[in-house]
């Protein structure tokens, strides 16, 4: 997993803050989702770091989705991280009942943004990385998406039912930078056991099929995420024509 060229603990923080400091103006709140896995834990040691320079106040929110058996020391391990480095911390359980018919997957993530919604802030920032854009390309190229779906996860958009801003400051970052970067940082965090369960479909893709395909054309993961943003920038350009073509006509 390590990697010859991952940043060093100051590139990736100077690379979170360049995205961030276009976008937020001193005082902002801010949420952090918190699952107390390596991508969420390292986010929030560079948001931490970022904070004072970059002037804005940062929270934590854990949500409890009630699938594992571990999930309440999932939450016990995020709070007392928090603690530790001083952060305003709340912890929220789920019903991901009502969402079942979006999959385990769909209905965590649906119960996840709709509690994210709920609490007051100004931006709520995700840890999605790289690779997690390759994975959800991949899962709508399964389902036969058009652009916007190939286009994957923005990294930014409006919060349905929430002022908030959404951000993803690390979605051009590799997993591996991120695991590096906690290794030399000395961090903590937890494993999710269900990344293990190859019946979940972004597993699979993540266990099975990118090595599969990397192994045939190296840098794959590097290429599809600039595919993916080459499809956001056409959809984009397509959302404008709609709107020039809607103002026409009215």
Known sequence: MASSRNPRPADLQAL?????????????HVLLGLSGGV???????????????????????HINHGISPNAQRWAEFCAGLCTRLGVPFASEEVDIAPYRTLGIEGAARQARHEALARHAADFIVLAQHR??????????????AGVKGLAGMP?????????????RPLLSVPRHAIEAYAREQGLQWVEDESNNDMSLRRNFIRSRVLPILESAFPGVRAAMARSAANLADASGLLDQFADQDIALLA
Do not use: N
């Open 16 to 28: 979170v803050a360049a995205q961030l400091r276009p976008r937020l103006a001193p005082g902002a």
């Open 39 to 61: 991508d969420s834990v390292v986010l929030l040691d560079v948001l931490v770091r970022l904070a004072p320079a970059l002037r804005f106040s940062l929270r934590a929110l």
């Open 131 to 144: 690779d997690d854009q390759v994975e959800t390309m991949l899962l709508q190229l399964a389902r036969g």
């Open 155 to 167: 990294a930014q958009r409006t919060v349905r039912g929430s002022v908030a801003q959404m951000l």
